[in-house]
T-cell receptor, first 115, second 111 residues
Framework: DAMVIQNPRYQVTQFGKPVTLSCSQT?????MYWYQQKSSQAPKLLFH???????NEADTPDNFQSRRPNTSFCFLDIRSPGLGDAAMYLC??????????????FGPGTRLTVL | KQEVTQIPAALSVPEGENLVLNCSFT??????LQWFRQDPGKGLTSLLL?????REQTSGRLNASLDKSSGRSTLYIAASQPGDSATYLC??????????FGAGTRLFVKA
């Protein structure tokens, strides 16, 4: 089945230790997104890729970076995780439809714990 | 700045009841509105997408309406079941691949 896969599902890191989260998709969608969701809060868009074009949200901290080596894969790098970065990180994809976004398809998320 | 609000934050109903979840947004300049379902500790599943030119969408026991001019959307769930228990989020597409989410309504359907 076509889907969005995130690895790992759970990640524990230490304060200040770099961590990379992975997302892959078999939908062949050209847009990929990373969201941060803290407990009982709305998902917050960090950035998105439209093909190879990277678009950072204005309020996304510099501590967060992303890479998209090809259509299928996208990575979220947190250079120096702080306690406030503990959250669920959601990857999503969409194809370019009639609107700018069309339906978004989400992965199961990676829950990041920072010790 | 677009803001999305969902009321109530939590709702508990007995099985079989029809219910309405509310979503409001501050800027009517949207491309579409989506309703998602999120189970505890999981990702989001798209339920319904309403384009800005549409008034409603239906899927099974779910019906979503959109009133752009008043900045409101409702999600109607008919004959609720315990399996409907989850958090329901609405999200508006403001263009430029930017989606703004509400914080969700946590629904609990009692058997």
């Amino acid at each position: 089945d076509a889907m969005v896969i995130q690895n790992p599902r759970y990640q524990v890191t230490q304060f200040g230790k770099p961590v990379t989260l992975s997302c892959s998709q078999t939908l062949n969608h050209n847009v990929m997104y990373w969201y941060q969701q803290k407990s009982s809060q709305a998902p917050k868009l960090l950035f998105h890729y439209y093909d190879k074009d990277f678009n950072n949200e204005a309020d996304t901290p510099d501590n967060f970076q992303s890479r998209r080596p090809n259509t299928s894969f996208c990575f979220l790098d947190i250079r120096s995780p702080g306690l406030g970065d503990a959250a669920m990180y959601l990857c999503a994809t969409s194809g370019l439809g009639a609107s700018s976004t069309d339906t978004q398809y989400f992965g199961p998320g990676t829950r990041l714990t920072v010790l | 700045k677009q803001e999305v609000t969902q009321i109530p934050a939590a709702l508990s109903v007995p099985e079989g009841e029809n219910l309405v979840l509310n979503c409001s947004f501050t800027d009517s300049a949207i491309y579409n509105l989506q309703w998602f379902r999120q189970d505890p500790g999981k990702g989001l599943t798209s339920l319904l997408l309403i384009q800005s030119s549409q008034r409603e969408q239906t899927s099974g026991r779910l019906n979503a309406s959109l009133d752009k001019s008043s900045g409101r959307s409702t999600l109607y769930i008919a004959a609720s079941q315990p399996g409907d228990s989850a958090t329901y989020l609405c999200a508006v597409d403001t263009g430029g691949f930017k989606t703004i989410f509400g914080a969700g309504t946590r629904l609990f359907v009692k058997a």
